[in-house]
Nanobody
Framework: QVQLVESGGRRVQAGDSLRLSCTAS????????VGWFRQAPGKERLFVAG????????LYSDSVKGRFTISRANTKNTVYLHMDSLKPEDTAVYYC?????????????????WGQGTRVTVPS
């Protein structure tokens, strides 16, 4: 069993940077794939970024590629999402999720555990 808690979300201005954290309980967390997803008001939950257990393999959605960076610190049971050049369209609740499957994936149903989310607001 893995429990995930996101933090770091807040209201920022367009162009600002922000780092989200996803901290997990469970000694097996380092073996899980971790993904970040986001859900804007009235929209479906979308994949943002994912990282493999070792941090070497990453995957990004086209909308954030070049602006967001996912990384992990397994000794701290934490995965980070560093977001640069934030835009109003980045406004959403951001969720982290853990997958016991072998490869980084953008498919939500492949993730076994989900956090409660942290809200990021970038006003236009």
């Amino acid at each position: 069993q893995v429990q995930l808690v996101e933090s770091g979300g807040r209201r920022v201005q367009a162009g600002d940077s922000l780092r989200l954290s996803c901290t997990a309980s469970g000694r097996t967390f380092p073996s899980y794939i971790v993904g970040w997803f986001r859900q804007a008001p009235g929209k479906e939950r979308l994949f943002v970024a994912g990282v493999d257990w070792g941090g070497a393999e990453t995957l990004y959605s086209d909308s954030v590629k070049g602006r967001f960076t996912i990384s992990r610190a397994n000794t701290k049971n934490t995965v980070y999402l560093h977001m640069d050049s934030l835009k109003p369209e980045d406004t959403a609740v951001y969720y982290c999720a853990a997958s016991a499957n072998g490869a980084v994936t953008s498919t939500p149903r492949m993730y076994n555990y989900w956090g409660q989310g942290t809200r990021v607001t970038v006003p236009s």
